[in-house]
């Protein structure tokens, strides 16, 4: 790992969810194979005050990791076919945290190429929550893995950017409950994002 990054203390992750999400902005994923990712999308899920979350019916064998110590990776198995990573945040028994949803690749792209061979573009490697964590090689071995410590070779860092001071808010993506909280957050006009701009309803034209 860089010597002038700085892996983000317990501290960080110990606090609600949707003040976690947006200073995750810019912070970067890394995994100790030299891989590394700018995180430039995130989404807050709120355990109990969540009806979209994992952990919003209480714990489970699934989403045990999201009730344990802040600073955690939860990983989870969705679609039958993709990974999604998670920063478990708050205090033990909540069950809250933030979905990694998009990277933009910094180092070990190759390496994230040859993970996802059917990515067109570099902007492709990690646009997406399944995307992210294949590029990274994420997997169910990884839940519970300790982002603070890197025991298990990956952790958040810091190089000193900031996160964006007017990131784009809005609703969060691929969910059928709570749909109406703005608990998504990304770099704005970025172009590793997984969705830049909203759908807008179309409006049929009057005869």
């Not at 994923?29 to 989404?43: C, M, P, Q, T, Y």
């Not at 990791?65 to 990573?85: N, Q």
């Not at 608990?183 to 590793?192: C, F």
Request: aromatic share 6%.
């Amino acid at each position: 790992m860089d010597a002038q990054w700085t892996v983000l203390p317990r501290a960080f992750y110990r606090r609600h969810p949707t003040r976690v999400a947006p200073e995750l902005l810019n912070k970067i994923l890394v995994r100790a194979d030299g891989r590394a990712g700018r995180i430039v999308e995130v989404e807050a899920y709120a355990g109990r005050d969540d009806p979209a979350a994992h952990s919003f019916n209480g714990q489970t064998a699934r989403n045990a990791t999201m009730f344990g110590e802040p600073g955690h990776l939860y990983v989870y198995f969705t679609y039958g076919m993709h990974w999604g990573s998670n920063a478990v945040c708050g205090e033990v028994g909540e069950g809250v945290g933030v979905l990694l949803r998009a990277i933009e690749p910094l180092r070990g792209v190759e390496a994230m190429r040859a993970a996802r061979p059917k990515a067109r573009r570099d902007r492709d490697l990690g646009s997406g929550p399944g995307k992210l964590s294949q590029a990274l090689g994420i997997t169910g071995e990884l839940d519970g893995a300790d982002l603070v410590l890197g025991d298990r070779g990956i952790a958040i860092v810091s190089d000193g950017t900031l996160p964006p001071a007017a990131p784009v808010i809005g609703p969060r993506i691929g969910i059928s409950r709570a749909v109406e909280f703005p608990w998504r957050w990304h770099v704005p006009d970025h172009a590793h994002v997984s969705v830049r701009t909203p759908a807008k309803p179309r409006v049929r034209a009057k005869k």
